[in-house]
């Protein structure tokens, strides 16, 4: 499997086009990418391929945020990027929210399981499993959404507004059961990947396989759409959740990244 910092760059547009923001603008090479709201990944500052230097970025970066009612730039670099970190570190940021990036080759999982069922969106809604998946999120999706991630109205406002911009090809997934939701997750491909985003499982529901399901379904979806590759982020600190995704195959660490803010 290419692990080169190409393939990284590739994933990570990928993980942005799955999560697109309000508003954004590239300085230096770094783009600034805001939504509102508390949500660190769509209220932050992002190299590309062709960042300048931390030093230069920083000025212009800090009014880009202010003038939207925010605190001052809250960088994210990805661990391939060890000068920015140092660059950031020697002007008092600090580093918070680890985070992985995993990866799962799918075309090899195929060779190895059958593919005899492979569902499409749609197509096992209201089954006995319970498990529902959908092209666009509906209103009881949003609404689990909202309950089981604690979102305010005016964050999931934002939420939907995100959910909404997506241009490419979805796949909303909920798991139901006694009339309720109890896990929820999205899937966007963007050729060749699988973008998975949003996995949340209700607290007295956890550890019963559910979120498993849900990406296990996902997966078999991103498949039959043509992606040879499904990526997803989660907190390094969840232990939990990257046991799980593990077990469901995705064995490669592509990538970490954290944020850095100034106190």
Not at 4 to 24: G, H, N, R
Not at 217 to 230: D, I, P, Y
Not at 252 to 257: F, M, Q
Request: aromatic share 10%; proline share 5%; with cysteine.
């Amino acid at each position: 499997m290419q692990t080169d910092v190409e393939f990284c760059w590739c994933v990570e547009k990928a993980c942005w086009s799955a999560w697109p923001v309000a508003t954004q603008r590239e300085i230096d090479g770094w783009l600034c990418r805001s939504s509102g709201g508390t949500t660190r990944r769509a209220n932050s500052v992002n190299a590309t391929p062709r960042a300048g230097s931390v030093r230069d970025v920083i000025p212009g970066a800090d009014t880009y945020f202010e003038k939207r009612g925010g605190s001052p730039a809250l960088f994210r670099l990805l661990s391939f990027q060890p000068a920015f970190a140092h660059a950031l570190s020697a002007r008092g940021y600090r580093p918070e929210g680890a985070t992985h990036t995993l990866l799962a080759d799918l075309v090899e999982m195929e060779a190895q399981t059958s593919s005899a069922s492979r569902p499409s969106v749609g197509s096992v809604s209201g089954s006995v499993s319970g498990l529902q998946l959908e092209p666009a999120p509906s209103p009881a999706w949003l609404a689990d959404k909202q309950e089981l991630s604690s979102q305010s109205e005016a964050e999931a406002e934002i939420f939907r507004a995100m959910l909404a911009d997506i241009t490419h090809p979805a796949c909303f997934a909920r798991k139901v059961a006694d009339n309720r939701g109890r896990s929820l997750a999205y899937g966007v491909y963007v050729a060749p990947f699988l973008v998975i985003e949003a996995v949340v499982t209700r607290e007295e529901d956890r550890n019963k396989g559910f979120a498993g399901e849900l990406v296990a379904a996902l997966m078999a979806w991103g498949r039959a759409e043509g992606a040879q590759h499904t990526c997803l982020q989660v907190m390094a600190e969840n232990e939990p959740a990257i046991a799980l995704y593990r077990r469901l195959g995705f064995g490669v660490t592509l990538y970490d990244y954290q944020y850095w803010r100034k106190p």
